[in-house]
């Protein structure tokens, strides 16, 4: 079993940055991928980010390209979101995710087998 636990979200004015990190607990992470999801309120789920675990290939949502950067440290168990100029828009509760096998894609919920408990970033205009 697998548990993840999301840190570093929170206020932050649009233009702004932050760093969410997901710590894997429990044993070592050794699953095909890791991904972030956001929901915000009133909205399904969307897919943000993901990253294979071994390989590093990484694929984004159109919408954060070029500001949200994911990154991973295989030896500390933890991913990472930077978030660059965040915009309002960003505003939700984000999630991490862990896959233990391969999938068609990255990009949906139904792949990851672990989830993270969430953590609110905000981001005020």
């Known amino acids: 079993q697998v548990q993840l636990v999301e840190s570093g979200g929170g206020l932050v004015q649009a233009g702004g940055s932050l760093r969410l990190s997901c710590a894997a607990s429990g044993r070592t992470f050794s699953g095909h991928a890791m991904g972030w999801f956001r929901q915000a309120p009133e909205k399904e789920r969307e897919f943000v980010a993901a990253?294979?675990?071994?390989?590093?290939?990484?694929t984004y949502v159109d919408s954060v390209k070029g500001r949200f950067t994911i990154s991973k440290n295989n030896v500390a168990n933890t991913m990472y979101l930077q978030m660059n100029s965040l915009k309002p828009d960003d505003t939700a509760v984000y999630y991490c995710?862990?896959?233990?096998?391969?999938?068609?894609?990255?990009?949906?919920?139904?792949?990851?087998?672990?989830w993270g408990q969430g953590t609110q970033v905000t981001v005020s205009s």
């Open positions: 990253i294979i675990w071994s390989g590093g290939g990484t």
């Open positions: 995710a862990a896959a233990a096998r391969w999938g068609p894609t990255l990009r949906t919920g139904a792949l990851y087998d672990y």
